[in-house]
């Protein structure tokens, strides 16, 4: 599926993983099961792991990174790696009602 027909992922919106997806940590940061679609990702670096497990507490994607310890030099690799996410279906915006207060 190609990202060009979307609009890159938003850091400032709020994101979570998908309810199928399943988180097991690794050495080298954690693989992600999505049980819906069978697909499996590689989340390589340890701070990545702790973005995506911080996001549904944070307000936004951006809050999430600066959380983890992501430098704003930083957020365009990982607002790529999060776009990956959202493209494998791995990641779901959440609703306006789900954002932490």
Do not use: N
């Amino acid at each position: 599926m190609s990202t060009e027909s979307r609009p890159p992922l938003d850091l400032s919106r709020a994101w979570r993983l998908h309810p199928q997806v399943s988180v097991r940590p690794e050495p080298f940061g954690a693989l992600l099961y999505h049980f819906g679609t069978r697909k499996l990702s590689f989340l390589k670096d340890p701070r990545l792991l702790a973005v995506v497990r911080s996001l549904d507490e944070q307000p936004s994607a951006r809050a999430a990174c600066h959380d983890a310890g992501v430098t704003d030099a930083e957020l365009p690799t990982f607002r790529r790696a999060l776009e990956t996410l959202r493209v494998a279906q791995m990641l779901v915006e959440q609703d306006s009602s789900e954002v932490a207060a």
